[in-house]
């Protein structure tokens, strides 16, 4: 064991893909990304160029290559989870990759869900019924877009597509696999009533492996591109949510990893695959023996750059600092000000794609500073709720490490301790996902004995913990929360109903990177 073996994580998000090289001490050695657009056609779609995906891939594996003095013993993956990919029988995408964000299928995961099969399915697949996934999605296309939908040779997600091209090998990993809802997670194999559904055969899906499953070498042509030998292994590696909590050292059962983006997420790892009777949590494989069940939600960062544009528009567009003073001047609780941060519908723990954001308590009093500390304070709950429904599948919070932009924020970092009522541990600048494909990585090829090293390579920067007097206040504010969201779903559905007779809504802002 030991030695100083590099082996690269590269991690293809949403907005752009970022190769790292890690030793097997954890030291990052080198790293490049590279951005490409999400494109909304139409309402609701979201949607990018596979190609332009590949090519990132590729730029910035060979940028890492150039700057390292080591050979690389390997490159292991990471993907943002849900993507969808139609291809022909040559491998040549018929439709571009559909994303997460993607909401065209809402109709069709609305009926899905509220069928007598709907709960039944989400907890045999571990994937909510939500728009966000590949199956409603690819129901969406076999209603709406039918000849388009015969044509498929191969359905696939946007790793098993780079894959394809990098190695020549048409396979999705366990993880990726989780989270389509076309899995059976309690035997890791295709689900039979799912397929039904989505009108498609397991001959149209890619071969099921484990995240660790190790591809021999690079086609003639990436490893021309790449700049690497063509025996190089690419490790197949898993999506990005579970890889996260492998980056934070979130990896023995009761420690849960935090990150809020531009979106949110909450999930613990466990040793077996469950979903909660409520369906309120997912549940993604990492490797076999290791879980996460969780839930992510829409509306993390974008809220505050929300708040700017609409509230604040005179700070310009990086006024994130100001923001955030702003909100300190206003109490905890807001005065009174309930804020549901549901700006671009919503995802756990209620997996609907109908609710919209609302403000609630409003009075004469009230200033720039409360609504905008409660948009912050309703993020926050938000997580609170998810963290709520992992407690709920039966599992233990022993620990809360938390990532992402958000945690430049002193403001932001206390909120979050005091809302979940737990202390959180902030870990030095690791980068969660590329860091976690790195190590799993490793332990695919034999360079460390366990991904459980994670925990002692993860160093923790600080911790915050709750104010006594703030949680009290947050805790008497979350049943308000939650029940504002059932009460409100007449409204929303109201809404609508009615929106085709009523003058558009504005289109949404392009999320600042």
């Known amino acids: 064991m030991g030695g100083t073996a590099v082996v690269v994580g590269v991690d293809i998000g949403t907005t752009s893909t970022k190769a790292v090289a890690y030793d097997t001490g954890g030291r990052q050695l080198a790293a490049h990304s590279i951005g490409y657009p999400l494109d909304e056609p139409h309402p609701g779609y979201a949607e990018q160029n ?54 065209r ?19 045999r697949t571990g994937t909510p019924v939500h728009p966000m996934a590949p199956l409603p999605k690819l129901l969406w296309y076999a209603e709406q877009e039918p000849k388009l939908h015969e044509q498929v040779a191969h359905w696939v997600g946007i790793k098993d597509y780079v894959l394809l091209r990098l190695a020549e090998a048409l396979v999705t990993d366990h993880s990726v696999a989780s989270a389509t809802g076309l899995m059976d997670i309690h035997h890791l194999a295709w689900d039979a009533e799912a397929l039904a559904i989505a009108g498609i055969t397991e001959e149209q899906l890619p071969q099921l492996v484990p995240t660790t499953h190790v591809l021999p070498g690079l086609a003639a042509e990436a490893a021309r591109a790449t700049g690497l030998p063509a025996d190089t292994p690419l490790v197949v590696g898993a999506g990005d949510g579970p890889l996260a909590n492998l980056g934070l050292g979130a990896v023995h059962p009761g420690e849960v990893a935090c990150s809020i983006g531009t979106s949110g997420a909450m999930r613990v790892m466990v040793e077996r695959p469950s979903v909660d009777p409520l369906g309120g949590v997912f549940c993604y494989a990492l490797t076999e023996q290791r879980w996460v069940v969780g839930g992510a939600i829409n509306n993390g960062g974008i809220v505050l750059q929300w708040a700017g544009e609409a509230l604040a528009p005179e700070l310009g567009e990086h006024a994130e600092e100001e923001l ?47 609504l905008v500390r409660a948009a912050l304070e309703g993020v926050c709950q938000q997580l609170a709720l998810v963290l709520a429904s992992v407690r709920a599948a039966g599992n233990e919070v022993r620990e809360v490490r938390a990532s992402g932009g958000f945690a430049r924020s002193p403001l932001w970092r206390q909120i979050l301790a005091d809302a979940l009522g737990m202390p959180v541990r902030f870990p030095a600048g690791h980068e969660g996902s590329s860091f976690g494909a790195a190590l799993l990585g490793m332990q695919a090829l034999g360079l460390i004995e366990s991904i459980d090293v994670a925990a002692d390579l993860v160093k923790i920067d600080e911790t915050v913990r709750p104010d006594p007097a703030a949680a009290a206040t947050y805790a008497t504010l979350l049943p308000l929360f939650s029940e504002l969201y059932d009460a409100l779903v007449p409204t929303f559905a109201s809404l609508r109903r009615l929106a085709p007779s009523l003058p558009p809504e504005p289109p949404p802002t392009a999320p600042h990177q």
Request: hydrophobic residues 45%; aromatic residues 4%.
């Open 50 to 103: 596979p190609q332009l995906i590949f090519d990132a891939v590729v730029g910035s594996v060979r940028a890492v290559v150039e700057q390292l003095h080591e050979p690389v013993a390997g490159l292991s993956f990471s993907t943002a989870m849900h993507s969808l990919i139609g291809l022909d029988p040559d491998g040549i995408p018929l439709t571009p990759s559909v994303t997460w964000a993607d909401s």
């Open 105 to 123: 299928a809402s109709a069709q995961a609305e009926r899905l869900r509220a069928a007598p099969s709907g709960l039944a399915l989400h907890r």
């Open 324 to 370: 955030l003073n702003l909100a300190a001047q206003a109490p905890v609780g807001s005065g009174g000000l309930i804020m549901l941060p549901y700006l671009l519908s919503e995802r756990a723990p209620h997996w609907s794609a109908l609710p919209r954001g609302a403000y609630v308590g409003i009075t004469h009093g009230h200033r720039r500073e409360h």
